[in-house]
């Protein structure tokens, strides 16, 4: 157990809390049917989560416990309704029939390996979401990275509100170039006790945690965080012009279920007392802090795919567009050569291949040029849908369709992230993301919220 001056110094210092994790008993589960991926994978793949549905089977899996996004434009009304009514009901079964083990001021120090050789680390710990603000312009100790979509908030509110826990698949940078908090736990894992061990389901890659108890190991953790949200060396770091207040904690990846915790949190504070309030489990969220700097973490491009789209249209009123605006915008079968400060955006369709390019464009990132203009086509033309998937092979399969078209788009440096968060607020939805598809976080870890 941790000192109550401990933990009241990790939540008023660094917005953190290592009260409480739930892992399922492994003699319970079957772990490797237990943890899928994230639910706002495979979005337009409802094929990935029916094979996932055929080989989890009847067995306790947090599929039961999650909402896959694929299935929110193919649901109806009912069928969503029951869906979140189960999710709720399966839940309390498991808490019912001790499913879970409880891990009181407990971090979970993680390593993540990958097909292909990388490995990823982390730390599973609990955020405070009173020092997190997801509108444009914050200037909170934990901030969005990109544009949060708010109408993609209330039905996910509609799942959390009446659930008894959460699973995370949140995943929070720092920016520890020396690494000064993970990496020194990673060192020492070898005296902490392993928790679990065992290969993820489709070509996930494996997964190993450690369960960090040792106060003096959290009062490192505390100290360490608290040297990277030092205002002053906070200013130094990123060269800035007077003191501004400090980013710790930037949202890698869920950046909607962060966003939507903190919206029930919002809503539901209102209705307690002072001293509940400070303590509740609803204000806190489970997440895995990962280094900025970490060697296994890169940085993929998110691309697009629009469906029902007439293509011609699309290229004529996207070239109309940017012309309009002073930038020299056209459409080319072959791509061109260097262009500096330039963007070049290929497509593929069912019946041509091309570029789109935008010369002096009004931003720097490729993303913003393309998602501006997708914003105001989708506003004109209702019957037309976007949809962000990872991979390149992922756009030729589902670009080529009839009535699609898919885009590709260029990876951010990673190293630009904090900097540009800081200077410009949040970037365009769906700029970045942390791997592909398939090295998204999974769920596994449980906290109670009620």
Excluded at 12 to 37: F, H, Y
Excluded at 215 to 226: D, G, K, P, T
Aim: hydrophobic content about 40%; some cysteine.
């Amino acid at each position: 157990m941790i000192n109550r001056r401990l933990a009241e110094k990790l939540k008023n210092d660094v917005g953190v809390s290592v009260a409480s994790v739930l892992l399922p008993k492994s003699q319970m589960v079957d772990m490797t049917k237990w943890s899928v991926v994230a639910c706002d994978q495979y979005t337009s793949e409802q094929s990935y989560w029916e094979d996932v549905k055929a080989f989890v089977g009847d067995n306790p899996s947090t599929l039961w416990l999650i909402f896959p996004e694929a299935y929110l434009e193919t649901d109806d009304e009912n069928s969503k309704a029951e869906r979140i009514k189960a999710i709720h009901a399966k839940m309390e079964q498991y808490l019912r029939d001790g499913l879970f083990e409880e891990m009181e001021d407990t971090v979970i120090l993680v390593e993540r390996h990958f097909p292909g050789g990388k490995s990823r680390r982390g730390l599973i710990l609990a955020v405070d979401l009173e020092r997190y603000d997801y509108s444009a312009g914050s200037k909170s100790l934990i901030r969005a990275t990109e544009g949060t979509i708010l109408e993609r908030i209330p039905p996910r509110i509609r799942i959390r509100e009446n659930a008894p826990l959460e699973l995370p698949h949140v995943l929070l940078l720092i920016d520890d170039r020396e690494e000064t908090v993970i990496e020194p736990l990673f060192a020492q894992r070898d005296n902490f006790p392993m928790v679990y061990d065992f290969q993820l389901m489709k070509h996930g890659g494996s997964i190993k945690g450690w369960a960090v108890r040792d106060e003096s190991c959290i009062e490192n953790i505390y100290q360490a965080l608290l040297k990277l949200s030092d205002p002053r060396k906070f200013t130094e770091k990123y060269g800035l012009s007077g003191q501004q207040a400090p980013l710790l904690f930037a949202v890698g990846d869920g950046n909607h279920s962060l966003a939507t915790a903190k919206a029930w949190w919002e809503k539901l504070k209102s209705t307690l007392s002072p001293t509940e309030k400070e303590c509740h489990p609803a204000r806190f969220a489970l997440v895995e802090v990962v280094n900025l700097h970490d060697k296994g973490l890169i940085f993929e491009p998110i691309h697009r795919i629009l469906f029902r789209v007439d293509k011609e249209k699309f290229i004529q009123d996207f070239c109309r567009h940017y012309n309009d605006l002073g930038c020299m915008a056209y459409a080319t079968s072959e791509k061109p050569s260097a262009l500096p400060g330039s963007h070049v955006i290929g497509y593929v369709s069912e019946s041509s291949d091309g570029y789109l390019v935008v010369e002096k464009p009004l931003g720097n990132l490729d993303v913003a040029t393309l998602q501006s203009f997708i914003d105001i086509y989708l506003r004109e033309n209702p019957g037309t849908a976007v949809d962000y998937v990872h991979g390149s092979d992922v756009v030729e399969r589902l670009g080529r369709r009839q009535g699609n078209m898919g885009f590709f788009l260029s990876p951010m440096d990673k190293n630009e992230l904090f900097k540009t968060v800081i200077l410009d607020g949040a970037l365009p939805r769906k700029t970045f993301s942390m791997g592909e598809a398939n090295e998204k976080r999974y769920y596994l870890e449980a906290r109670k919220i009620r």
